[in-house]
């Protein structure tokens, strides 16, 4: 909350992203315009001209900001041993954060597809996903390699976990968006346990 | 070949097949219109027009234009064991099929995921592109089921396999594209391998 109420412009830009992920829900990306995000926020589209100058522009920010409400929404308990705080990233990029984060999760990975899928022809895109995506990547590398130096986990190659773990759950995520099939999610869940629980944890390990 | 050269419906639909694929590559799904298509067609817009109505109706057919092609191209020789199979299968679903198919295969994974991103907004998208992941999970399926019936497979939970192996590969793809990191593919390919050979594979079976 800014200092100074209502005309305060991180109020302000708060209030344009709200307006814009609704507008993007709404309409999907390939027919959001200037003009349908105004439609959802309560100030003049000159308000939304005057901090941003073009839907490009605004595009970049909006991605941003999702992407920083993900990297809260993410983070995890270090005080937990190595397969723990896996097993509990692994749901929660799966299935959204478990006290509800800001967005319906699913809402949000339909509206992140959209983005993403623009990405190859966007340099600007690109730089913030492949940002969050080595966020992410470094995360689990540090678990893996916690796990290993503890004893529980194999000594498999972490970089190749991670790209295995991310690259799931992303196909995981779009596969049950774009087929709306509930059920994408739920198996893949089951796999990744088998994986970190059966080939991952060192054999008469913790938890094993 | 049609039978009749020139004025051949079927070479003609190809030809505008052709236009839209590389229509959509040159503009990308945001921009690509009827115009843009017409562009890279050596005919009339007015024959687009007489085959297609509106370019909903275009990029239906366009859809399962790629989704013929791919599934022609990840045909896999039933002589092969299960083992060889499913690591065939994989590799041509990463990296294309080795007789290099009709298309570029990153260049199809970008058309692809821009026509995926609609999906949740576009019934009969999302009908073809449930009707190719079944084909492909159920040829998955059928691998594993064999290999277990052999013996060379643990007893796992085939459709788990199978959903593992299909998210894997389309969010490697997927993160391939969007953010042109070329080693996310081949990271993919090693550890779905280990995962093949360490976990799936029965010990003391063949190829161990």
Same sequence: chains 1, 2.
Wanted: charged share 25%.
């Amino acid at each position: 909350m800014g200092a100074n109420g209502d005309g305060d412009p991180v109020d302000t830009q708060e209030a344009i992203m709200q307006a814009t992920y609704r507008a993007l829900c709404t309409h999907g990306y390939s027919s959001l315009t200037m003009q349908s995000i105004a439609d959802e926020f309560d100030k003049t589209k000159g308000v939304i001209h005057y901090h941003y100058d073009t839907k490009q522009d605004l595009l970049v920010a909006f991605l941003e900001y999702l992407l920083d409400a993900f990297e809260r929404d993410i983070a995890v308990d270090e005080q937990q041993d190595p397969g723990t705080r896996l097993e509990a990233l692994i749901e929660t990029l799966l299935f959204g954060p478990p006290e509800r984060g800001e967005f319906d999760h699913w809402e949000l990975t339909t509206a992140m597809l959209e983005i993403r899928s623009e990405a190859p022809h966007n340099p600007e895109f690109r730089r913030q996903l492949s940002h969050n995506y080595e966020t992410v990547e470094a995360m689990v590398i540090a678990i893996v390699e916690d796990g290993i130096e503890q004893g529980v986990f194999r000594d498999v190659d972490a970089e190749e976990v991670a790209t295995l773990l991310l690259t799931t759950i992303n196909g995981a995520r779009i596969y049950q968006v774009t087929l709306q099939r509930d059920d994408v999610a739920e198996l893949t869940s089951a796999s990744l346990e088998g994986i970190v629980r059966h080939w991952l944890r060192q054999p008469g390990g913790v938890g094993e």
